[in-house]
């Protein structure tokens, strides 16, 4: 078997040093039994294997064997639409590209900018793209040609035959409530900066809010503060204004690990950081390096890597079935959220 293993590299490394050219006729097995001082069944295999991995075809019935043309790189262009802004993003696109180029394909990515979003779906519509992943604008409210996946969005009303890859916010969202009551937190706030676009975070919400009605908490509606100003820099306004609604507070639950840490700078301002415990989403790596809070591990990894899949079932068969593809998400670091005795 060591034997075998070791005429196979020796083969395939003269294969992609080019050594034999494309479409001419590989080396006989009485040629390479002879070389390798090896028997016809041990030569036999090496060649089927040889073929299986595509260095090799056979022809027809006495025709022999021939070295393949090898593929073409890129197979086709596929395009990515949507933001690059933060490490949650850069993560998914660090395996969008491994995966589009171990496939043999070239990814192109697009990150125009909300004013010139639709002109640059026009534009990528006119040139030879074979498919689009679409993550963070919504979904497109026109028809497209193009075979389209969304990531990390959801689809509020699929019945336009749509593909999405996407974490399971809302159960993300009901596992980080769950944790916090369960550990004593009643005086419990919601705070996001969604807009109407992003239906992942409407799921967030809709997480904490539900879990927090399961557990009898009054005034659900009066306790989620959507705000753009929950931002670095800006937010201690509103969330004064929160807390001056529901001064008891002991828990911020957020939508995304940016908001966490507005408001926990926030809070440190206010002198409330030892007083407040702030949970975020999304598992930012550099952000748990400097704060110490919960999150929801959504997997973009993951997410890009399944999205890569479908774009390509549905680029090579176009009569493939949407898929609706939802990743689970984990809870990290919940031994930051207090206790309340």
Known sequence: MRKTETILEILRTELRDGIYPAATRFPSEMKLMSRFSAARLTINKITEQLVLEGFLERRKQGGGTFVREPNPFPLGHIAYLGPINNLYYSSMLNAIQRTTFLK????????????????????????????????????????????????????????????????????????????ALTRGHREILIITTLSQIEYSRQLRVKGFSDTLKQYGIQNIEQRIFSDSRFKKFSAKRPLTDALSQFPETTLLLTDTDEVAVAVY?????????????????????????????????????????????????????????????????????????????
Not at 295 to 305: A, C, L, M, R, W
Request: some cysteine; hydrophobic content about 40%; glycine content about 8%.
């Open 104 to 179: 043999g394909y070239a990814l192109t990515i697009f990150s125009p900018g909300e004013n010139l979003i639709n002109y640059c779906i026009e534009k990528i519509g006119k040139a030879k793209y074979m498919g689009i992943l679409v993550c963070g604008i919504g979904i497109i409210p026109y028809p497209v040609s193009l075979p389209l996946v969304y990531l990390d969005n959801g689809l509020p009303n699929n019945n336009m035959g749509l593909s999405s890859v996407t974490c399971d916010n809302y159960q993300g969202a009901c596992n980080m409530a769950k944790t």
């Open 265 to 341: 700078q926030a809070l440190c301002e206010m002198n409330l950081q030892d007083k407040i415990a702030v949970t975020g989403f999304g598992n930012i790596n550099i952000i748990h390096d400097m704060f110490n809070f919960a999150s929801v591990e959504q997997h973009p990894n993951e997410i890009g890597i399944q999205g890569v899949h479908e774009l390509l079932k549905r680029i090579h068969d176009p009569s493939t079935k949407p898929q609706e593809i939802t990743i689970e998400t984990t809870l990290v670091n919940t031994e930051a959220i207090p206790w309340i005795r």
